[in-house]
């Protein structure tokens, strides 16, 4: 047996008036956007009028033959009006829903700047920290160069140990950039998950 329910004009029918549900959500949505300052009139307005326009569309197609011609002339620009205003709506919400988005972008932006820069940061401190472990060694180096007795290799071992306490300071700051780079490179930044993350040997 056949269901009428079924048949080809409801469904028409129900996907219409899903159709304009849903823009008339969104167009209330984007009007409130549009029109911030009065969010509860701006909404009893916008539902009254979309409900307003579907009725007076469904009313026109059943009585089109019964109507009179003034009255067409009155009815249609005013759902052709209300069409405007729906898409006008809409154009609302999307227009909010880009902004937000650009927003959003530029804060991330911004938030990964500074996650570069701190990475930027320790690799610079390590490179200064190795630098001046090179420049003790060389300062050894070339008092050992500079004599061949048992008092220049005892000065030599002098110069080593009275830099003890600053080589130790260094690898210490050393080894603690090197942790900081290292758990740049497993967990990347915390506020976006997707970021590229450092590979191993961006570690130095």
């Known amino acids: 047996m056949r269901l009428k329910f079924l048949s080809f004009s409801n469904l028409t029918l129900l996907v219409a008036l899903a159709l304009s549900s849903v823009a008339a959500w969104y167009s209330i949505i984007g009007l409130t956007a549009i029109f911030a300052g009065a969010v509860i009139p701006v909404i009893i307005m916008g539902g009254i009028l979309e409900i307003g326009k579907i009725t007076t569309t469904v009313w026109l197609r059943k009585y089109w033959n019964r109507c009179g011609f003034l009255l067409k002339l009155y009815l249609v620009p005013a759902v052709i009006a ?32 500074l996650y570069d820069e701190k990475i930027k ?50 690898l210490a700051e050393i080894e603690a950039e090197q942790k900081k780079l290292q758990h740049f490179m497993k967990n990347g930044p915390p506020f976006l998950p997707g970021y590229p993350r450092l590979r191993p040997e961006a570690v130095p």
């Open 82 to 113: 209300l069409a405007l205003l729906t898409s006008m709506g809409i154009f609302g919400f999307l227009s909010k829903a880009h902004m937000e988005q650009g927003i959003t972008s530029g804060d991330v932006q911004d938030k990964i700047a």
């Open 121 to 170: 940061t320790s690799r610079e401190n390590i490179d200064v920290n190795r630098k001046a472990l090179k420049q003790m060694d060389e300062a050894v180096d070339q008092i050992m160069g500079r004599s061949t007795t048992e008092t220049g290799a005892d000065k030599a071992v002098a110069v080593r140990r009275g830099q003890q306490k600053e080589r130790g300071r260094l």
